[in-house]
């Protein structure tokens, strides 16, 4: 997943981010023509176009080969996709779903692909994602819905995978830009508090332009209990939802007490319940301060969470997928190692360019250098770059080469002289040098009086 790109305009802070959100499968008739940009059903049972194939609402036909399936593709709804900063609130049906809309043309001109598992490698393509409308449907909530196109010798599994109800979940991949629903909060702090209620209103992510739908992604499974065939969703969400269970001959009303008891459980608290017996007095404040310290510890994960993933630039392969946190850290220590052995090779740049600069400079000269050297010297201590440390020392390398010799013959410092036999400081001057001179080639030669 790609570094969101954060900018300001008229401000308010606007992020520009990819998110991951479950989908649900959604039937249709057979015809294989376009449906209209915005569609209304009044019922989740599906139109028949064709009263020879009503009966198959999964999927139709078409030519070529290809199969094609309904599926919801995205909401109105408040969400929590999977981002960049890990999962966030997202409010999708901000403005009445103005940016989702957008999203129907975007889908109708590029066909995005559909992919597995949400990984960006073209092998893992099993088709692409065409016919898109605004739905408006009584039973669900409004969104976009499409077609999955798939063809028997392009991907016969996948094709068998959804024919049959084997791969009923999918996951849908969009850019936008989005802001923040409190301007004035600080973005980590505006992470951590996703979902909570601050100065009257939810902490979430306002949608404020689409960008594109990367691809669409068959999952295995997905948080949304929608997230499956669609005339399955709507049973599912008519059992979970609240007085639609009728109790029915034979059955009984759940044990309140023993599933207040296992709740306790979960949270940690420790206490015993029983039919009959009266709840403790401070059982719900105890229960309320477990959880909102689950909160605030699921906040900090998730900004944890989001610092890490951050990191994965530096231990991710090019073309790899993305890393989970526990690959990360597990690649960290490797990537450390090699970082020591680079700040090795960076101190050893910065020793030679001080070097070089102090020869070519100052100390040739065996004077202190001026205030302007000394800034000089500082910005080199202070370099991180190998590109201009290479760049000074190839500045200055030949210059203190011109002053004191080849590099090898070099001192590192002209305050050092080279000891005698004796352990005292030889010092010559220039007649001295001469005299040796002189001598030495008088006894080459032989030359003197006998």
Same mark, same amino acid.
Request: net charge negative.
């Given at each position: 997943?790609?570094?969101?790109?954060?900018?300001?305009? $008229? /401000?308010?802070?606007?992020?520009?981010?990819?998110?991951?959100?479950?989908?649900?499968?959604?039937?249709?008739?057979?015809?294989?023509?376009?449906?209209?940009?915005?569609?209304?059903?009044?019922?989740?049972?599906?139109?028949?176009?064709?009263?020879?194939?009503?009966?198959?609402?999964?999927?139709?036909?078409?030519?070529?080969?290809?199969?094609?399936?309904?599926?919801?593709?995205?909401?109105?709804?408040?969400?929590?996709?999977?981002?960049?900063?890990?999962?966030?609130? &997202?409010?999708?049906?901000?403005?009445?779903?103005?940016?989702?809309? =957008?999203?129907?043309?975007?889908?109708?001109?590029?066909?995005?692909?559909?992919?597995?598992?949400?990984?960006?490698?073209?092998?893992?393509?099993?088709?692409?994602?065409?016919?898109?409308?605004?739905?408006?449907?009584?039973?669900?909530?409004?969104?976009? *819905?499409?077609?999955?196109?798939?063809?028997?010798?392009?991907?016969?599994?996948?094709?068998?995978?959804?024919?049959?109800?084997?791969?009923?979940?999918?996951?849908?991949?969009? !850019?936008?830009?989005?802001?923040?629903?409190?301007?004035?909060? $600080?973005?980590?702090?505006?992470?951590?508090?996703?979902?909570?209620?601050?100065?009257?209103?939810?902490?979430?992510?306002?949608?404020?332009?689409?960008?594109?739908?990367?691809?669409?992604?068959?999952?295995?499974?997905?948080?949304?209990?929608?997230?499956?065939?669609?005339?399955?969703?709507?049973?599912?969400?008519? =059992?979970? !939802?609240?007085?639609?269970?009728?109790?029915?001959?034979?059955?009984?009303?759940?044990?309140?007490?023993?599933?207040?008891?296992? &709740?306790?459980?979960?949270?940690?608290?420790? &206490?015993?319940?029983?039919?009959?017996?009266? &709840?403790? %007095?401070?059982?719900?404040?105890?229960?309320?301060?477990?959880?909102?310290?689950?909160?605030?510890? *699921?906040?900090?994960?998730?900004?944890?969470?989001? =610092?890490?993933?951050?990191?994965?630039?530096?231990?991710?392969?090019?073309?790899?997928?993305?890393?989970?946190?526990?690959?990360?850290?597990?690649?960290?220590?490797?990537?450390?190692?090699?970082?020591?052995?680079?700040?090795?090779?960076?101190?050893?740049?910065?020793?030679?360019?001080?070097?070089?600069?102090?020869?070519?400079?100052?100390?040739?000269?065996?004077?202190?250098?001026?205030?302007?050297?000394?800034?000089?010297?500082?910005?080199?201590?202070?370099?991180? !770059?190998?590109?201009?440390?290479?760049?000074?020392?190839?500045?200055?390398?030949?210059?203190?080469?011109?002053?004191?010799?080849?590099?090898?013959?070099?001192?590192?410092?002209?305050?050092?002289?080279?000891?005698?036999?004796?352990?005292?400081?030889?010092?010559?001057?220039?007649? %001295?040098?001469?005299?040796?001179?002189?001598?030495?080639?008088?006894?080459?030669?032989?030359? /003197?009086?006998?």
């Amino acid at each position: 997943m790609t570094e969101p790109v954060i900018r300001m305009e $008229d /401000g308010r802070r606007v992020v520009t981010m990819s998110l991951h959100l479950d989908c649900e499968r959604r039937p249709a008739g057979t015809s294989a023509t376009r449906q209209p940009a915005v569609q209304t059903n009044q019922q989740h049972s599906e139109p028949v176009d064709d009263p020879n194939t009503a009966g198959t609402a999964k999927s139709s036909q078409s030519a070529g080969g290809t199969e094609r399936f309904r599926w919801r593709l995205i909401s109105a709804i408040q969400a929590w996709p999977y981002t960049y900063y890990g999962p966030q609130l &997202v409010d999708y049906g901000y403005d009445g779903g103005r940016v989702l809309r =957008d999203a129907v043309d975007h889908i109708n001109r590029f066909t995005p692909p559909v992919m597995r598992n949400h990984t960006n490698d073209m092998r893992e393509q099993v088709g692409i994602v065409d016919g898109a409308v605004w739905e408006e449907s009584s039973d669900i909530p409004a969104g976009v *819905s499409g077609w999955l196109m798939v063809a028997e010798d392009f991907d016969p599994k996948a094709l068998v995978g959804l024919q049959r109800g084997f791969i009923t979940a999918g996951s849908i991949e969009i !850019s936008m830009d989005v802001a923040q629903s409190h301007p004035d909060m $600080d973005l980590g702090a505006f992470i951590e508090m996703q979902g909570r209620t601050i100065d009257g209103e939810l902490v979430r992510w306002l949608p404020m332009a689409f960008r594109r739908v990367n691809h669409f992604a068959l999952v295995h499974a997905g948080a949304d209990p929608n997230a499956r065939p669609r005339a399955e969703a709507a049973h599912q969400r008519a =059992d979970h !939802s609240a007085g639609s269970h009728t109790i029915q001959e034979g059955e009984s009303m759940p044990d309140v007490m023993s599933v207040l008891q296992a &709740v306790c459980r979960t949270l940690g608290i420790e &206490v015993v319940l029983s039919a009959g017996a009266p &709840v403790p %007095d401070t059982l719900e404040a105890r229960a309320t301060g477990q959880i909102n310290a689950l909160t605030q510890a *699921s906040g900090q994960f998730n900004s944890l969470a989001a =610092d890490l993933q951050a990191l994965s630039r530096f231990v991710i392969a090019q073309g790899e997928p993305n890393l989970t946190s526990a690959e990360i850290l597990n690649r960290l220590p490797a990537r450390l190692e090699l970082a020591a052995h680079g700040e090795a090779y960076l101190d050893a740049l910065q020793n030679d360019a001080l070097k070089y600069y102090g020869l070519a400079r100052f100390q040739a000269e065996k004077r202190d250098p001026t205030d302007l050297e000394n800034r000089q010297m500082a910005r080199i201590r202070q370099s991180a !770059s190998v590109e201009e440390l290479r760049d000074w020392i190839e500045e200055y390398r030949p210059q203190a080469e011109s002053k004191m010799g080849p590099a090898g013959s070099m001192r590192t410092s002209v305050d050092e002289d080279l000891p005698t036999g004796s352990g005292t400081t030889a010092t010559h001057t220039a007649a %001295d040098l001469d005299i040796r001179a002189a001598a030495a080639r008088l006894h080459q030669t032989g030359g /003197g009086n006998k």
